[in-house]
């Protein structure tokens, strides 16, 4: 219709009921003020639909206290509105807060067994301001307590004094808490953070009160953080310091999963494949992980590993993994949604970061990706510093990697190798040579079990344990895997990378992608020691 007056009502109406639940997904101080303010709703429908609802309520808001449909003090707080999203991150609701290291370690809930309060910390949400609230706080906590359907026609109290909020960007959402006398005890008592059980055992703070300021994220509780340990020093540059041997070194390299082909062709090998989840499951099996373990992952790639691990943790449970790829750290959200599990980026010592606020974790597992690191050894080291002591460590490799090429010595696997080899004569691509830079198998922990062992072992872990994992899977499998960008360059010289598009095509013409072979994996775990 062209002319809106000759809109039928039912129609109109069902516009106005579209805003106010578009109004209340923003976050419920926004979803309140519009169903409050209904008579500046039914103005802005009529209005050309913009992006932001905030933006637009203040204009509609205007026009409906100047023909006084609402009471004038309507437009202050609309006006009040647009100042709040400065502060709240993002206005559709989502926030910023996956940005915020603080919020990737801190609890969803208050810990329900009363006997590890001791292993907690609580502190304030450093990512909330102090804002002025220009109405009643108290008048403002009850018009937020109304669920939707139940809001009262807008008419604020004005305060006696001054009054404030915190507000900033959440884990969930937008973070709004006007300070009342009892929130503004809990924030004297958090002047510098405090143990769990200390705070709840304070006059006028009971569990209930906490618990609801965890929820709320107007507080964090963190689970042994380093400034909760008497041993360790109050000072954060040093304990950071202690636990990297440099700070150069903490940044990780990406290395070739951050490249749009290789992390494409990745992606979609794990997508037909069950190669990988099939390891993972045998590798989670043999470190053992309980349902309210807290896991860590080191190089969790497209997530397949990731999922295998959140199928056995329980509500409880917990997984912190890491990835030195940006392209996969980006990717990863897309992937799996889990409010157990955060993604970082970094490798061994950013997981040894996270432990420092944890206290260390329970199980560490690395599937298909330790011995990428250029310098394994060295990555042990940090390993050993994610796990608390007697946690335990779980990592998968390519049995050839560590002097058992049985598998690859076959009838079969020999019948797959010589027509490799004719490809490469067919197409003169030749292998790496001892001159090629990156070559792979140079470390010293590679090349058999007992030179890993005792890198674990000079690592500070005990108790290893090596269990062989077989596969079996086609050739044509087994050709696709050697099509990663990474496998068949690694097959390349340097001078000749270029071409291994053309190495690729010479073998399938030359493999018969039905020759039954074998994938041999082996499994290694360890115990943290004390």
């Known amino acids: 219709l062209t002319d809106g ?76 509105l647009e100042l709040l999203k400065m502060y709240w991150g993002r206005a559709d609701g989502a926030g910023n807060a996956e940005n915020h290291w603080h919020y990737r370690l801190a609890r969803r809930a208050m810990p329900e067994d009363e006997a590890t309060w001791d292993q907690y910390v609580v502190m304030l949400n450093p990512y909330l301001n102090r804002l002025p609230l220009p109405f009643d706080a108290r008048w403002n906590t009850e018009l937020l307590r109304r669920p939707p359907g139940e809001v009262p026609r807008f008419k604020p109290r004005p305060p006696h004094g001054a009054n404030y909020c915190l507000v900033g960007p959440g884990r969930r959402g937008p973070v709004y808490a006007p300070i009342t006398p009892k929130l503004n005890g809990l924030m004297i008592k958090l002047k510098a953070p405090r ?144 409010g157990r599990a955060r993604f970082v980026l970094g490798a061994s010592r950013a997981l040894a970061q996270v432990a420092l606020f944890e206290g260390g974790f329970d199980r560490l597992v690395s599937n298909a990706a330790l011995w990428l690191a250029r310098d394994i050894a060295d990555e042990l080291r940090a390993a050993r510093r994610v796990l608390a002591p007697g946690g335990r460590f779980g990592f998968s490799i390519p049995a050839e990697y560590l002097g058992d090429p ?15 080899e004719r490809a490469r004569a067919a197409t003169g691509v030749r292998p790496p040579g001892p001159d090629d830079a990156g070559k792979f198998g140079q470390d010293a922990a590679l090349g058999s079990v007992d030179a890993m062992t005792a890198a674990l072992t000079a690592a ?45 095509a010479a073998i399938r013409d030359e493999v018969d992608g039905d020759t039954p072979l074998e994938t041999a994996w082996l499994l290694l775990t360890a115990t943290a020691a004390s």
């Not at 106005?16 to 923003?26: D, F, G, N, S, T």
């Not at 705070?199 to 509780?221: G, K, P, Q, T, Y």
């Not at 997508?271 to 099939?278: E, K, M, N």
Request: charged letters at 25%; one cysteine or more; proline letters at 6%.
């Open 406 to 420: 049985q598998h690859l010595l076959t009838e079969e696997a020999l019948t797959v190798s010589a027509a490799i």
């Open 460 to 504: 500070g872990f005990t108790d290893i344990q090596v269990q062989r994992y077989t596969r079996p899977w086609p050739a044509s499998e087994y050709l696709d895997w050697v099509a990663l960008p990474v496998v068949i360059g690694g097959m390349c010289a340097s001078a000749d990378k270029a071409r291994a598009g053309e190495l690729m």
């Open 5 to 80: 007056a000759r809109e039928p009502a039912p129609a109109r109406s069902a516009r106005v009921e579209a805003c106010v639940k578009r109004a209340w997904y923003i976050g419920p101080v926004v979803g309140t003020a519009f169903e409050a303010m209904r008579p500046a709703v039914k103005r802005l429908v009529d209005a050309p639909r913009q992006a932001d609802l905030v933006d637009e309520i203040r204009p509609a808001t205007e026009r409906a206290a100047a023909a006084e449909e609402l009471y004038f003090v309507a437009e202050g707080y609309a006006g009040w």
């Open 195 to 338: 143990r769990l059980d200390e705070l709840v055992a304070m006059r006028e703070m009971s569990a209930e009160d906490v618990a609801r300021a965890i929820a709320d994220e107007v507080v964090l509780c963190h689970h042994k953080p380093f400034h909760a340990l008497p041993e360790r020093s109050f000072n954060l540059l040093e304990e950071l310091m202690e636990h990297a041997d440099q700070v150069e070194q903490r940044l990780e390299p990406p290395g070739p999963w951050d490249e749009e082909d290789q992390a494409e062709a990745y992606a979609a090998f794990c997508a037909r494949s069950s190669l990988y989840h099939d390891v993972s499951v045998a590798l989670v099996e043999a470190v053992g992980v309980a349902d309210d373990a807290r896991v860590a992952e080191l190089g969790f790639g497209t997530g397949v590993t990731s999922r295998v691990i959140l199928e056995r943790l329980g509500a409880l449970g917990r997984l912190v993994a890491a990835d030195p790829a940006p392209r996969l750290v980006e990717g990863i959200y897309g992937r799996i949604e889990d």
